[in-house]
């Protein structure tokens, strides 16, 4: 049977009971030590906070708390105080780091403040200790999640800033305030319609005062506004508010934010301008042609009368210039029919449907050139378009497929859908295929490959198409020869 470790004798004097009560009930680590560092008492907490019971510490140095390069110098410290009397510890809190029993360190805020022991006694220290390594791991979080909050908030490309609820200026981002030439400090705390941004319009000013009335009151509210930029420039924004609620629903903040889409803005209105001025000139060659294909038609009748009047050699040259009427007659055909408006006349297409009454169409054709015509549609491909215009596009490219390859072209027209609301059409032939640096510009007006071609074809086809919502395209197909495709959706 072991022997059981003496107890500690409890202090019997009343001022020792009292000092001892003090300490046992101290929260924050408390250790006194005398003018060499010899600690003469510890506090109980001493135990819960630096892992040391507070007996095993009475009688050792302070230092044993110290980490290096401290607990080296710290003997030299004492030293000096004792011979100088000074010391920058005394009467001050200051950050300490404290090595625990298991050599683990913790941070301390330190207090040290001298006691005085009556005449003929050398005084004692008291320091006090507060573990706040926490608190530094909280702050220190705190700051790295400010400064990348920071470097999103400034770095971000659009406008963006922090109002209370009453419209003052809490926050704005670099590039905001970059964008109108100001300084942060010059503008927090000022109304926002009072800041320089809405400067340039006392009209922008209220519509600002308003939209924060509203956003207070728990609406998003969106418009466009114009601010004021650097220099004399005037930026169109798409300006934004939205109310920041608490866990009770109150708005207690609102978040301004503002896009520039001043260049945006400036390619819609010249986009704008040149569609009407394309419009125009799409009228003005409407009537043109119209103008210019009846007397054509007549001058062909003419000569085509004549003809039978004239010897061998006048009528060769008389057939050759028939034939170039009848191209500028076609030409105008085809100008008419661009420059004509559309009006989709939209129900459900079947893809084979469609295919087998466009090859019906182009019967003498295929016959004549013996070329070879086969469907490939995977399932049952249906979907809403102009029929007959639709027809016309496909008809246009299987005919130019044909005509690109001498005689027995083999030519593909393939259908199959894409997603829950696409459908894919292609037409493939064998041909030579179009090189990659003029694919860009065979769907551009009187832009022809062929000899006898009006450049109309396709430009056609891209609108037919386009005014369906879809896109057509060309690649290189998998037998060489070019491959057209069509991208539609279904319900369009």
């Known amino acids: 049977m072991n022997q059981a470790e003496p107890k500690a004798a409890r202090p019997t004097d009343p001022s ?50 110290m980490p290096e390069p401290h607990r080296s110098a710290h003997d030299g410290y004492l030293a000096r105080y004792r011979e100088t009397g000074v010391t920058n510890i ?30 003929g006694e050398a005084p004692l220290f008291v320091g006090s200790f507060r573990d706040v390594t926490e608190r530094r791991r909280a702050e220190a979080a705190v700051r790295d999640s400010e400064r990348r909050f920071r470097a999103l908030f400034d770095s971000t490309f659009e406008f963006v800033g922090l109002l209370r609820t009453d419209g003052t200026l809490l926050e704005a981002n670099q590039t905001a305030c970059e964008s109108c030439g100001v300084r942060k400090e010059d503008v927090v705390g000022k109304p926002f319609w009072d800041t320089p941004w809405w400067s340039h319009s006392e009209e922008m000013r209220d519509r600002i005062r308003s939209a ?45 934010e503002g896009r520039d889409v001043s260049a ?16 125009t000139i799409g009228e003005s060659a409407a009537v043109l042609a119209h103008e210019i294909k009846n007397p054509i038609t007549a001058v062909n009748v003419a000569l085509r009368a004549v003809a039978g ?8 040259v008389l057939e050759d210039l028939v034939a170039r009427m009848k191209h500028l007659e076609q030409l105008m055909r085809r100008t008419l029919s661009f420059a004509r408006p559309l009006a989709l006349q939209r129900s459900e297409c079947d893809a084979a449907e469609l295919y087998a009454g466009t090859i019906a169409s182009l019967g003498s054709l295929i016959a004549r050139t013996g070329a070879e015509v ?22 246009n490219l299987l005919a130019n497929a044909i ?14 859908a894409r997603g829950r609301n696409g459908v894919l059409l292609w037409v493939e032939d064998e041909g030579p295929g179009i090189p990659e640096a003029q694919r860009a510009a065979v769907f551009k007006p009187f832009v022809t490959t062929k000899g006898s071609g009006t450049g109309l074809g396709l430009a056609i ?31 369009a």
Request: proline share 3%; hydrophobic share 45%.
């Open 264 to 279: 945006l803005k400036a390619a819609q209105r010249a986009e704008t301008a040149m569609l009407r001025a394309l419009a």
């Open 403 to 416: 005509e690109a390859q001498e005689r027995g072209a083999r030519v593909i027209l393939g259908a199959s």
């Open 212 to 256: 924060v009335r509203r956003a207070s009151a728990g609406e998003f509210v969106r418009v466009e506004v114009t601010q004021r930029g650097t220099g004399d420039a005037i930026l169109e924004v798409d300006f934004s508010l939205t109310p920041v609620r608490d866990e009770g629903g109150r708005v207690v903040l609102l978040i301004p």
């Open 16 to 65: 020792e009971v009292r000092l001892h009560a003090l300490l046992a009930a101290l929260l924050d680590p408390t250790v006194v030590i005398d003018p060499m560092g010899v600690i003469q008492a510890a506090s109980d907490s001493v135990e819960r906070v630096f892992l040391h019971a507070p007996g095993d510490l009475v009688g050792q140095n302070i230092k044993v708390l």
């Open 374 to 395: 086969r469907c490939e549609v995977e399932g049952q491909v249906r979907f809403r378009a102009d029929r007959q215009l639709l027809g016309e596009v496909i008809a």
């Open 309 to 316: 009047a004239l010897g061998e050699d006048h009528k060769a």
């Open 90 to 119: 005394l009467g001050r809190t200051r950050e300490f780091e404290v090595v625990r029993k298991d050599g683990s360190t913790i941070v301390c805020d330190l207090s040290v403040a001298r006691a005085e022991m009556g005449p």
């Open 461 to 491: 086809c891209r609108k037919i198409v386009e005014e369906h919502a879809g896109t057509i395209s060309v690649e290189s197909g998998a037998r060489g020869g070019a491959r057209f495709l069509i991208h539609l959706k279904r319900d």
